[in-house]
């Protein structure tokens, strides 16, 4: 099991950026392919990101992509994602979640942090 802790949420304006992070402590950092998901008042949790385990590997969701971008440092057992060109319909609460392997699905995330939230303004 590895402990997962979002932050750098927040408000910002339309246009701004932003950049999450999800330290993790507990097992091996470096043995989890890390995603990001996100949901947004009144709908289902969605992918946004993931991280594969070497780091070699990243996938988005086809509304971020080329927006966002996703990123680990296992010297710090952290992954980030970095959110440029913020829309208002990017806000919601934001989680990180560790797997064993590279998925966009939530049932291969075992362990998933608190989440933090952002917020878009127009």
């Known amino acids: 099991q590895v402990q997962l802790v979002e932050s750098g949420g927040g408000l910002v304006q339309a246009g701004g950026s932003l950049r999450l992070s999800c330290a993790a402590s507990?097992?091996?950092?470096?043995?989890?392919?890390m995603g990001w998901f996100r949901r947004a008042p009144g709908k289902e949790r969605e992918f946004v990101s993931v991280?594969?385990?070497?780091?070699?590997?990243?996938y988005y969701a086809s509304s971020v992509k080329g927006r966002f971008t996703i990123s680990r440092d296992d010297a710090k057992n952290t992954v980030y994602l970095q959110m440029n060109s913020l829309k208002p319909e990017d806000t919601a609460v934001y989680y990180c979640?560790?797997?064993?392997?590279?998925?966009?699905?939530?049932?291969?995330?075992?362990?998933w942090g608190q989440g933090t939230q952002v917020t878009v303004s127009s």
């Open positions: 507990g097992r091996t950092f470096s043995s989890y392919a």
């Open positions: 979640a560790a797997s064993l392997s590279i998925a966009t699905t939530e049932y291969n995330y075992a362990d």
């Open positions: 991280i594969s385990r070497s780091g070699g590997s990243t």
